[in-house]
């Protein structure tokens, strides 16, 4: 553990991203407060609900009522609180800026003004790069080129969180998500490769739209990892700075997704449609993590494509196609 943390905040726990995270904290002895408004449920979080370290609060980021006493008993504050991705952001534009703009720089600032509050990480995003030039790779120095609204508010609270004037001992730090797959205890179907190994798996045919376009991807359980690095790590590597978090060798276009998805469903049925314009096309470099902090991943999308067909195949989850599986 980093010097004098103990005691983390997490807002929205009950996640895909965060109730990994809070597993993780709690195995290696923090004592985790998990803060979320349940707009998705929270079975996410009954696993760990008794955990003598872990105490829940529901509330919503937008009132400040439901953390503000909770900023006195914490020394650190992960903030994956958001509506999160594309379409959610594009359906509820109003909620989207309430809580991914105004809400977020209101916990910041009450953060950065508590003299308890040692680490702000603060989720972000790889979209910030838009549409890449070229056939080169993106870096943290590449111009941010957001084209929806969710990166737009990313790129908007993240300029923030980077030039704020905050005292000495209040360390914030933005990490650039990769695009995330894999096992959650809140399962989401609506990410790419989640998706389409889903759709194999129930004998369907994988329509593919646009396979030329590159992402990084990440497993979700790497990203939350990536958080506790940073936590851990000293502050003058992490203060006022950004990284983006995946691997350099885990850019895929679509198309290879669906060529790993072959090696394990020789069988399966996949349409390609030409679609020649996404707004969303960009190879990253994660060399400044690896080389600054030592993160490295632990697993690759085609070990996540195989935990997911396999747990599908056992039978593990009712009803995949639900809406509970989804953002939007």
Known sequence: MAENIKKVLVTGAAGYIGSVLV??????GYQVVGLDALFFGGESLLGVYNH??????????????????LLNKVDSIIHLAAIVGDPACAKQPELANEINWTATKNLFDLASNSKNI?????????????????????NEESPLRPVSLYAELKVKFEKYLLESQTREDFIPTALRFSTV??????????LTVNEFIREVAFGRELVIFGEQ?????????DLALSCIKVLESPADKVNHNVF????????YQKKMIA?????????AKIKYVQKQEDPRDY?????KIKNELGFTITKTVPQGLSEIYEILNYGLLTDPFSDKYKNV
Not at 23 to 28: N, S
Not at 181 to 190: E, Q, V
Not at 283 to 287: E, G, H, L, M, S
């Open 52 to 69: 003598p370290n872990f105490k829940f609060v529901r509330g919503d980021i937008r009132n400040e009522s439901d953390f503000e006493e």
């Open 213 to 221: 376009f590159w992402r990084p991807y990440c497993h979700v359980e």
């Open 181 to 190: 797959y894999g096992l959650s205890p809140r399962m989401r179907f609506d």
């Open 23 to 28: 597993r993780f904290l709690l195995e290696k």
């Open 244 to 251: 983006n978090v995946g691997d350099t060798k885990e850019n």
């Open 283 to 287: 190879r990253v470099d994660f060399t």
């Open 118 to 138: 040692k680490r702000f990480i603060f989720a972000s995003t790889c979209s910030n790069y838009g549409k890449m030039e070229g056939d080169g790779y993106v």
């Open 259 to 267: 060529e790993e998805i072959l090696k394990i469903v020789p069988d």
